[in-house]
């Protein structure tokens, strides 16, 4: 598979509550969810679902599949196909199918929740099961990386100077003058995959989760790490956040093919679009903030109207995944990024291309946009800077020796930072385009001796 499209590192960490009294009910919502989530949710879910029997609800969870038994039958543990699987001693019924058995811990819980009646504690049966469990308390990230990761996502603070970088079950607070690790935000998702600042400063906003099972979009306060407040989930992870121009709504792209926007003072879920066919893949607001374009593997890149979400146009010159977007500032155009390696322009009253911005060695990742500049990184390598009206390129920035998968820019301190696969962080001066300084983003990690 195209590395772009795995830039994924799999791991096995979703709190389950095994901690039960035995004289407290079982709760589908902290303790059968989290179970179907991480073991059932990756082969009977909305984009694969085996046997054509589905688990990402508890009312779909009782219909019936293939088999035409029921998932889950109120007080008959005969009559449940899924704790009939669990506890098969068959290898090619007993699920999960080519994973280990359920541990004891957890079949005794799901037995317990059947015999209680296999009630429901949360409030709309058909709601994702990724919306109805209590966040986890994620663990921290290694004191010592045994390796590097893959640098997906970089956000500078307000005033320029500390950089914040996606690790693993955190984000990990940089130096951008001199590559030192100033601090560590934990109890973040397994991997992360876009950060962005509020206009005013105050908050960042995490893109994360774990491929396939679940997605968040958790808001920190960036100046002390505290977490405010988890604003969604869903059954895959998020790719990608931006704030409007306002800072009062948020939007949020996810790999299940829906482009969220939230009221971001009481988390409402304001507009749910489903326009996409694919993961969508990035997000962005006009000046105004009346639009929002959008990215997907789907091979699009679309505008939608941000108060209503209705579609005003769609952009599909690229013929291959769309990785970026970003507006022009007279608001009347869009920049995007795409597999085909190109940067184009196109205008969003007829979707029609209008210019070629750059064509580049490798595929075109994430658009950064900073003023009357956009910033760009791509699988050749190199990262680059362009001015957004003329579509001259100001910089080309190499020396990387992987993909470079992220970018950020600060423009009162002139700074842009790229994060590569290998997972080196480079600072770079946009005035004359030279190197700062670089570093692994991987507390504690040694290189090997050569």
């Known amino acids: ?67 035409g038994t029921p998932g889950f039958v109120t007080g008959e543990l005969d009559g449940s196909e899924v704790y009939r699987r669990i506890i098969s001693d068959d290898a090619d019924e007993r699920m999960p199918l080519d994973g280990d058995p359920l541990p004891a811990e957890q079949i005794a819980l799901v037995k317990r929740w059947i015999e209680e009646g296999a009630k429901y504690d949360a409030d709309d049966p058909n709601a994702t099961l990724a919306s109805i469990v209590p966040p986890p308390v994620y663990p921290g990230g290694p004191e010592v ?4 990761l893959p640098i997906t996502s970089l956000a500078f603070s307000a005033d320029g100077q500390q950089l914040f970088a996606g690790g693993y079950h955190e984000i990990t607070v ?32 995490v893109a994360c989760g774990q491929p396939g099972r679940l997605g968040e979009v958790r808001l ?3 100046a002390d790490g505290q977490l405010i407040k988890v604003l969604s989930t869903t059954s895959d992870v998020f790719f990608d956040v931006a704030y409007s121009p306002s800072g009062d709504r ?28 694919d993961w969508v893949m990035a997000v962005a607001w006009s000046a105004d903030g009346s639009k929002l374009a959008s990215a997907s593997r789907d091979k699009t890149a679309k505008v939608f109207d941000a108060k209503t979400g209705d579609l005003v146009v769609t952009f599909s010159d690229h013929g291959q995944p769309v990785f970026g977007v970003a507006f022009h500032p007279d608001g009347k155009e869009v920049i995007s990024s795409a597999a085909d390696k190109k940067v184009l ?43 957004i009206k003329t579509r001259k390129q100001i910089h080309a920035f190499a020396g990387h020796k992987d993909w470079v998968l992220s970018t950020a820019a600060h423009l009162g301190t002139k700074r842009m930072a790229t994060g590569c696969f290998d997972g080196e962080v480079r600072i770079w001066n946009t005035e004359d385009g030279k190197p700062v300084v670089d570093f692994l983003a991987a507390p504690g990690f040694q290189k090997p001796a050569s």
């Not at 709760?27 to 046997?51: M, T, V, W």
């Not at 990386?145 to 590097?148: A, Q, R, S």
């Not at 210019?355 to 990262?383: H, I, Q, R």
């Open 250 to 277: 948020l939007a949020a792209a996810s790999a299940d093919g829906v482009l969220r926007v939230f009221d971001v003072a009481s988390g409402e879920a304001q507009l749910t679009i489903t326009s996409h066919s």
């Open 174 to 205: 940089w130096n951008p003058a001199d590559g030192k690790l100033v601090r560590r935000i934990s109890n973040v998702g397994e991997r992360t995959y876009a950060l962005t600042l509020s206009p005013d400063g105050q908050t960042l906003a």
């Open 345 to 387: 322009q196109w205008k969003i009253e007829d979707g029609k291309k209008s210019a070629d911005v750059g064509s580049f060695g490798g595929e075109v990742y994430k658009l950064t946009s900073g003023g009357e500049f956009v910033f760009v990184g791509s699988a050749d390598k190199s990262a680059r800077q362009y001015e």
């Open 1 to 67: 598979m195209n590395k772009s499209l795995t830039l994924i590192v799999i791991a096995r960490f979703l709190v389950v509550g095994l901690n039960v009294s035995a004289d407290e009910p079982v709760s589908f919502r902290q303790d059968i969810a989290p179970i179907l989530i991480n073991n059932c949710l990756a082969c009977h879910g909305p984009k694969k679902a085996e046997g054509s029997y589905r688990i990402d609800s508890y009312e779909r969870a009782l219909t019936d599949g293939d088999t």
């Open 145 to 148: 990386y045994p390796n590097t």
């Open 220 to 222: 920190f306060n960036p």
